[in-house]
Each structure stands twice: as structure tokens, then as C-alpha cells.
């Protein structure tokens, strides 16, 4: 286990808190390892009905931790954790709602194309540096941000890394509210509560009516795994993590 990720239960509620703010909530392969346990045990247990997905003020995530991403690829050998949460997220079978705040950079952004509802703050701004990092889109985001958002948004997001305020992201659908920042943990919290008290039965039907045919979503999460790893190995992205990681030392 690993203290950057905090769960706590609060009723029927499942609250799965990214908690690493020294590094703005970036992943380790341990953070996903532990909320992918979340997931499942949440979606196991009958006395959860809803997940929640929180960060610290000011940092919903910054992304994989880039620091892992120059491990595999320099070394060539890939830890499986962050590619288990992906799946996780797409198969997930409980109601799952997300409160960012601030930082909301790579899977800080794509996780919320999986939350069946999303709110932020107005300084809360998405980003998706994949191409900028030689990196190509993942979790399903190639597949799901047309759908969401149109494909200009999607390409303007997704390939240009352009980032996206809260107020553009909920003009495009990409998230549900925008919410002062003092009121962003009750109002996730209320809407989960919202969900929880519905027939489970009926909202699990409808959500799964809702939801992309899960075998579509998991092709494509493996498609974009396979350019991902390979593009890991370029010499395109070994520059920038490179530059990254040495920036403080220039
Ligand atoms: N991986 C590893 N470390 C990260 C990180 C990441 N994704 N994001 C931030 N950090 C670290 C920084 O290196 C810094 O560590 P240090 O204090 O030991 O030097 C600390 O977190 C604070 O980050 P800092 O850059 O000083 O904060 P900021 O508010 O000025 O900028 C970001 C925040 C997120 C805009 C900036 O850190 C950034 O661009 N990070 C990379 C994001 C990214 O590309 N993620 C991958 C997407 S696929």
C-alpha cells in the first residue's frame, strides 16, 4: 500500500483521494496499483454504491509520474500498474464521480472521460501533453474525447495539448459543473450521495446502457498501449522526459 492514495468510506460512498501533493498528485505505479484495489473492492462490496475521486487543493494530478515514464524507457521494461488501472477504470462497474481542483494534467484529465460526472473549480485547467512528450493519447481518450467532445475538441486537447479551463471543459461536455473551490468536496460528495440513493438495479442498468460497449473501450485502451509503449522508446520522448527530470539542474 502506499499513503498517497487515502480511500475512506462515507456511507455508501467510495472516496479514492490522490494525495501526493508535493509532486502535484503525479502516479507512481504503487498510487495506481492501490486505487485499481479500490475499484474492485469497492465494485465487490454491496454496501458501496458509488466512487469518488479526489485530489488536494490544487492539484487534482499532474499525470504519470514522469520519472517512471524515463525508467521504462530507458530500461525498456514496463510495469503493468498503470496500464491495470486503465482497464480498471473502463470495466468499472459502480457509479464513479470526480471533484478536480487546479492540476489536471494526462490521466489528471482522461480519468474524468470515465466519471460519470465530473466537477471543477474555475482555476482548474485540463491538459493532455501526450505529442508534446512524444507520447500518443491514452485510457480509452482517443476513443471517448471524440464522442464527448467532438473531434476539433478532441484534436485541439489531445494532439495540440492545448489546456482546457473549466469553463471551456464544461462548454464542451467534457465535465458537469464548475464549482467554487470552498464548495467543490460537498457538491462531489452530495451528487454521490444523489446516485446512492437511487435503485441501484435501474441506475446500473441505465448507466451501462450509457456507457461505450466495454470490449470497444478495452480494444482501444490495448491499441493505444501498444503505440504508448513503443512511442515510450522513442528517441522523441526520451528527450523531453530527459529535459524534464533535469530542468531544476539547467
Ligand atoms: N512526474 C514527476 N514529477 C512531477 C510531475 C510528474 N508528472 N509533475 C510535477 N512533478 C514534480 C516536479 O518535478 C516538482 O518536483 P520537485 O519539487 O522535486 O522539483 C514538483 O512536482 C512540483 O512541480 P512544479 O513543476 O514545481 O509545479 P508547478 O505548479 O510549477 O507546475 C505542472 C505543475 C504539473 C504544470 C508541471 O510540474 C508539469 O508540467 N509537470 C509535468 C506534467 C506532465 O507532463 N505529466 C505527464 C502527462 S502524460
Same mark, same amino acid.
Given at each position: ?7 475512506e468510506?462515507q456511507g455508501?460512498?467510495?472516496?479514492i483521494?490522490m ?5 502535484k498528485n503525479a502516479?507512481?505505479?504503487a498510487?495506481?496499483?492501490?486505487m485499481t484495489a479500490?475499484?474492485?473492492?469497492g465494485?465487490a462490496?454491496?454496501?458501496?454504491r458509488?466512487h /469518488?475521486f !479526489? $485530489?488536494?487543493?490544487?492539484a487534482?494530478? @499532474?499525470?504519470?509520474d514522469?520519472?517512471?515514464? #524515463? ?12 496500464w ?11 457509479p464513479?464521480v470526480s ?6 494534467v494526462g ?11 465530473t466537477?471543477a473549480?474555475p482555476?482548474?485547467v485540463?491538459?493532455?501533453?501526450? /505529442?508534446? !512528450? $512524444?507520447?500518443v493519447p491514452?485510457?480509452? @481518450?482517443s476513443l471517448l474525447?471524440?464522442?464527448? #467532445? ?12 492545448e489546456?482546457?479551463?473549466a469553463?471551456?471543459?464544461k462548454?464542451?461536455?467534457l465535465?458537469?459543473?464548475?464549482v ?8 462531489v460528495?452530495n451528487?454521490a450521495?444523489?446516485i446512492?440513493?437511487?435503485p ?5 442498468i441505465?448507466r ?12 482501444r485502451?490495448?491499441l493505444e498501449?501498444e503505440h ?12 523531453v ?10
Open positions: 500500500m502506499t499513503e498517497h492514495i487515502l480511500i468510506r455508501a460512498v467510495q472516496i483521494r494525495n501526493r501533493p508535493d509532486k502516479l507512481t505505479r498510487m495506481y496499483a492501490a479500490a475499484l474492485a473492492e465494485d462490496d454491496p454496501s458501496v458509488v /469518488v !479526489l $485530489g488536494v487543493p490544487g487534482f494530478s @499532474s499525470g504519470n514522469l520519472a517512471d515514464f #524515463l525508467a521504462f524507457a530507458t530500461s525498456g521494461k514496463f510495469g503493468s500498474e498503470g491495470d488501472f486503465l482497464f480498471a477504470l473502463a470495466r468499472a462497474e459502480k464513479m471533484g478536480v481542483d487546479g492540476i489536471a490521466i489528471g484529465t482522461t480519468l474524468n472521460l470515465h466519471c460519470d460526472l466537477f473549480t482555476r482548474t485540463f491538459r493532455t501533453p501526450f /505529442v508534446d !512528450l $512524444g507520447l491514452e485510457a480509452g @481518450s474525447a471524440p464522442r464527448v #467532445l467532438g473531434r476539433q475538441n478532441a484534436f485541439a486537447l489531445l494532439a495540440l495539448g489546456g482546457f479551463s469553463e471551456r471543459a462548454a464542451a461536455g465535465i458537469h459543473e464548475v467554487a473551490e470552498e464548495a467543490l468536496e460537498s457538491t460528495l451528487a450521495n444523489a446512492a440513493a437511487r441501484p438495479q435501474a441506475l446500473k441505465a451501462d446502457l450509457l456507457h461505450e460497449p466495454r470490449e470497444e473501450l478495452v480494444a485502451i490495448e498501449k504508448f509503449k513503443e512511442r515510450l522508446r522513442s528517441e522523441e520522448a526520451l528527450a522526459l530527459t529535459a524534464f527530470m533535469n530542468r531544476k539542474k539547467a
